[in-house]
């Protein structure tokens, strides 16, 4: 079992950054895929990126790519989401979960989830 907490969001100016934390109980954290994934009002879940158990592959949505990183620290069973020049088409609640397969974009794949946290970017 494990329990997902997110953290770190907030309001944001256009071209401002965050970086959200995403805290994991159990002592198996280090062996889960990892994703952030955000939804919109009105929207579906989308993919935003992910990180496989050892930190040593990433991969992006095309919308994030070169603006956010995604990092983790199997240590302190936390998975980091920086996110650089912030748009107010990024404002959602991002989520993250996890999963001890491999990465898949559908959502439902994943086992757990937290809370979600809210980001919103003023323009």
């Known amino acids: 079992q494990v329990q997902l907490l997110e953290s770190g969001g907030g309001l944001v100016q256009a071209g401002g950054s965050l970086r959200l934390s995403c805290a994991a109980s159990g002592r198996t954290f280090s062996r889960y895929t990892m994703v952030w994934f955000r939804q919109a009002p009105g929207a579906e879940r989308e993919f935003v990126a992910t990180?496989?158990?050892?930190?040593?592959?990433?991969y992006y949505a095309d919308s994030a790519k070169g603006r956010f990183t995604i990092s983790r620290d199997n240590g302190k069973n936390t998975v980091y989401l920086q996110m650089n020049s912030l748009k107010p088409e990024d404002t959602a609640v991002y989520y993250c979960?996890?999963?001890?397969?491999?990465?898949?974009?559908?959502?439902?794949?994943?086992?757990?989830w937290g809370q979600g946290t809210q980001v919103t970017v003023s323009s």
């Open positions: 990180i496989t158990w050892s930190g040593r592959n990433t």
């Open positions: 979960g996890a999963r001890q397969a491999s990465f898949t974009y559908n959502a439902n794949d994943y086992t757990y």
